[in-house]
């Protein structure tokens, strides 16, 4: 299974960027994608999960401003995000968990992406 992120960027605080996730190699199952984040010197925390069936999950901190979508005939997963703030500054990772558990540990998901930086300035 291969997990390829793109679309992050520089933005200025209260604009828009939309994250992509493409993955490869997953032929059946209930699966499902989470997006994380880590900045630096903290820990990765998880933002949004979907899962096959569109159920959707959202950190505190970003309901009402990320949202999470997919297209399961195209593997591909996005994360919109709105009203950016300083704080959204992380390297963002889309991670596939093989059987969907509910869960935004970490730990628990099986397959991740590179990372894409997105910076959000004051």
């Known amino acids: 299974v291969q997990v390829v992120e793109s679309g992050g960027g520089l933005v200025q605080a209260g604009g828009s960027l939309r994250l992509t996730c493409t993955t490869s190699?997953?032929?059946?199952?209930?699966?499902?994608i989470g997006w994380f984040r880590q900045a630096p010197g903290k820990e990765r925390e998880g933002v949004a999960y979907?899962?096959?069936?569109?159920?959707?999950y959202y950190r505190d901190s970003v309901k009402g401003r990320f949202t999470i979508s997919s297209d399961n005939a195209k593997n591909t997963v996005w994360l919109q995000m709105n009203s950016l703030k300083p704080d959204d500054t992380a390297v963002y990772y889309c991670?596939?968990?093989?059987?969907?558990?509910?869960?935004?540990?970490?730990?628990?998901?099986?397959?991740w992406g590179q990372g894409t930086q997105v910076t959000v300035s004051s």
């Open positions: 979907i899962n096959t069936q569109g159920r959707t």
């Open positions: 190699g997953i032929v059946y199952g209930d699966y499902a």
């Open positions: 991670a596939v968990q093989m059987v969907a558990l509910w869960d935004m540990s970490p730990d628990e998901y099986d397959y």
